[in-house]
């Protein structure tokens, strides 16, 4: 069981726009940034947010993230059927002293 | 261009040692601040870091796991090294290398797939 907490699954129609929330805890997000990689069916993950809200070069401005106490979301604006993918929330813990991942949402564009 | 890329078996026997290896590419770990991490995902799971040494050869490692890895790097060749002894068929995983720089994973190896199975 992860130390982050995402829903297994979310969903939308193209066009729409889908959130994905992360929860955790003090010593995890409620002190460090969060990240957010995506991960393409038969593909390694990538980071498409770093530090709450930054986006990497080449990412789409379709996506964006914020962070809130210790929880933090993922948007995906004018969803379209490549965005189809698990979605991952990343941060560090200072309790274990290492990173951590969440358990992954799965996104199906209907 | 920065690269990893993670070499190693395809299938183990129960209770060898797994060695597994990450060769990097476009960017040094002499370099202050960065880090190279493992990271593993059983087949239809979620990801699980497993360990991460830094430039300064600073260690860390996922509490559940610790008796059993070992990361090293070999600065001259420009690679990580992970060793899991005891492996069971649960160990069964995609294992990825990343770089961490500096707290975030921006760049990833392709993975390397090791099924443990006698």
């Known amino acids: 069981q992860s130390v982050l907490t995402q829903p297994p699954s979310a969903s939308g129609t193209p066009g729409q726009r889908v959130t994905i929330s992360c929860s955790g805890g003090?010593?995890?997000?409620?002190?460090?940034?969060v990240n957010w990689y995506q991960q393409l069916p038969g593909t390694a993950p990538k980071l498409i947010i770093y530090?709450?809200?930054e986006r990497p070069p080449g990412v789409s401005d379709r996506i964006s993230g914020s962070k809130s106490g210790t929880s933090a979301s993922l948007a995906i604006s004018g969803l379209q059927s490549e965005d189809e993918a698990d979605y991952y929330c990343g941060t560090w813990d200072d309790s274990l002293s290492g990173p951590i991942f969440g358990g992954g949402t799965k996104l199906t564009v209907l | 261009q920065i690269t990893l890329a993670e070499s190693g078996p395809a299938l183990v026997k129960p209770t060898q040692t797994l060695t597994l290896t990450c060769t990097l590419s476009g960017f040094s770990l002499t370099t202050s601040g960065v880090g190279v991490a493992w990271i593993r995902q059983p087949p239809g799971k979620a990801l699980e870091w497993l360990a991460l040494i830094y430039w300064d050869d600073d260690k860390r490692y996922v509490q559940s796991l610790k008796n059993r890895l070992t990361i090293t790097k070999d600065t001259s060749k420009n690679q990580v090294v992970l060793t899991l002894t005891n492996v069971a068929p649960v160990d069964t995983a995609t294992y990825y290398c990343?770089?961490?720089?500096?707290?975030?994973?921006?760049?990833w190896g392709q993975g390397t797939l090791v099924t443990v199975s006698s």
């Open positions: 990343a770089r961490l720089h500096p707290r975030d994973f921006d760049h």
């Open positions: 530090s709450n809200d």
């Open positions: 003090r010593s995890n997000i409620g002190f460090n940034a």
